[in-house]
């Protein structure tokens, strides 16, 4: 071989040999392109989660300002103040059941598109609820939009349709009208224990004529016009029957709260404490109030961007503030807006943001406790609810943790505001703590019902402790939390029992 040749030879080496450097050094930048993009991908994700711990930190002594802020409103709302946030509504209840009530009760609980007839019969302290028996019927759409007449009569037509079918386990006293317990879950100015005007409809509801009207009446002349023999004896709040239906079977009750799509509470005041109060003090030196806490609003609620953003977006902006905190309604939503604002900064779940995760509403918060409550270990049922919900086919284990992560901030920091509200409550009636003159502790029970409360383990369980931790152990170990499962619907039965026309004969 000639030199020329060698050395053609060794040119061409070279250049090959130089070309797969380069190449080499094209994949070795490409390698630390997408690496250092990796790693600037989960320092974004990293800040937006420390972010959002920050913004929904619920530190002991912030839940102790809170509960000391409810106070303050619910002292306010009890004096004729116009303008307070908190309502504290007077329910005309001061004869909560004491479990001597005798007979055949009907309740009627009216609060969305479906509405129950329920009866029970009643036994006395021995027996107690000797039978009871319920049916849930379906509004049709349009008598949600037509006359209050339309309505009233439907209503009334179902409960005649119930009553025939009493069996021979329920016994109406001989001599005795049948007696209702109204319970009617839309705004309502009471006025009596078996009178109040309607506010304003809600929930899907327009009726024309009903607003300013008094729904007994209205009822009553409905089941008039059905020839039902009837009389209304109580209209009730779901909170308040919840509270009634505690006390009959826990005479240590002093009030109860929902937890659910929305929340509220009630509980037992002593009427002289109550400045707006006009009338002649009764006789049991008590009276229930519907506190409608889900309006409940103070500087010292750590509302965050998506709290303002979400509050902003609904359809009664600047109201029910602590609701949107803590309800079913809302969890599920806050933590949509979180996992939204990963995927726009963060990419949490690829490069493309999914369309479905800007659709407001599309993750309810059952969806979210079944994705929190997911305890295998690559979280694959929390992998398959962001695939059914969100429409994301492949999400990393990063990412499922990510949104667990998300979900455990959220439903933590309302468990805590919701024990916060419950200790305003128990310091508001001097439950709070031991007593310092040595006397015996009193047993204190709160009624809760809801489905976010019953189903929503983690939730429930964050909320005991925090409630617990605020009390201290000395005072926590008096309190009892109890779930008064469907509370409202036998607690109408049971005012109608405890308010009877017959009360002051048996």
């Known amino acids: 071989m000639g030199k020329g040749a060698v050395v053609g030879t060794a040119v061409v080496v070279c250049a090959a040999a130089a070309a797969a450097v380069g190449v080499a050094v094209v994949v070795s930048r490409r390698r630390r392109s997408k690496r250092e993009a990796e790693e600037e991908r989960r320092r974004r994700a990293a800040a937006v989660i420390e972010e959002v711990e920050q913004m929904f930190s619920t530190p002991t002594a912030l839940l102790r300002g809170i509960a000391d802020a409810m106070v303050e409103e619910m002292e306010r709302g009890l004096r004729p103040d116009p303008h307070a946030p908190l309502k504290m509504l007077i329910s005309y209840v001061d004869n909560l059941p004491t479990g001597d009530e005798q007979g055949l009760f009907y309740a009627l609980d009216l609060g969305g598109t479906n509405f129950r007839v329920i009866r029970v019969q009643l036994g006395g302290r021995e027996k107690r609820v000797v039978n009871q028996q319920y049916e ?24 005649e349709s119930f009553v025939k079918t009493e069996g021979e386990d329920f016994h109406l006293l001989e001599g005795r009208q049948r007696e209702l317990g109204f319970t009617f879950s839309f705004p309502v100015h009471q006025t009596s224990i078996s009178s109040g005007t309607l506010i304003k409809w809600t929930k899907g509801f327009s009726i024309n004529g009903t607003v300013g009207e008094d729904v007994v009446a209205e009822l009553s002349r409905a089941m008039e016009r059905q020839g039902l023999d009837m009389k209304i004896t109580a209209l009730v709040n779901d909170t308040v029957g919840t509270l009634a239906g505690g006390r009959y079977v826990d005479n240590d009750v002093v009030a109860a709260v929902i937890l659910g799509t929305g929340t509220n509470a009630a509980y037992v005041e002593q009427a002289n404490a109550i400045p707006k109060w006009t009338g002649l003090l009764p006789r049991s030196g008590n009276m229930v109030i519907n506190m409608e806490w889900g309006n409940f609003k103070s500087e010292r609620l750590p509302r965050s961007d998506y709290d303002s ?30 996992l939204l604002k990963l995927a726009h900064d963060a990419s949490l779940f690829g490069d493309v943001v999914p369309t479905k995760l800007e659709q407001r509403f599309i993750l309810r918060t059952p969806d979210m406790s079944a994705m929190h409550h997911d305890t295998s270990h690559d979280l694959k049922h929390l992998g398959a609810k962001l695939k059914d919900i969100l429409g994301v086919a492949d999400t990393s284990l990063e990412a499922r943790y990510i949104t667990l992560r998300v979900c455990d901030l959220v439903a933590e920091r309302g468990a805590r505001l919701a024990a916060a509200g419950i200790y305003g409550i128990l310091k508001k009636l001097g439950r709070d703590k031991v007593p310092s003159d040595g006397s015996q502790k009193q047993r204190t029970v709160i009624a809760l019902d809801g489905g976010l409360y019953e189903h929503y383990k983690k939730f ?30 036998i607690g109408a039965a049971l005012l109608a029992a405890s308010h009877s026309q017959y009360a002051s004969v048996e």
Do not use: W
């Open 136 to 159: 849930e019927v379906a509004i049709p759409p349009h008598l949600m939009v037509g006359t209050s007449m339309e309505l009233f009569d439907f209503i009334a037509a179902e409960l």
């Open 309 to 338: 953003a979400l509050d902003f977006e609904s359809l009664n902006p600047g109201e029910q503030i602590y609701e949107k905190m803590i309800s079913g309604m809302y969890l599920g939503e806050i933590v949509r807006r979180i």
């Open 460 to 489: 429930r369980t964050c909320l005991e402790a925090t409630l617990a931790d605020l009390l201290g152990e000395e005072a926590a170990s008096s309190v009892v939390v109890k779930l008064a499962n469907d509370g409202s619907g």
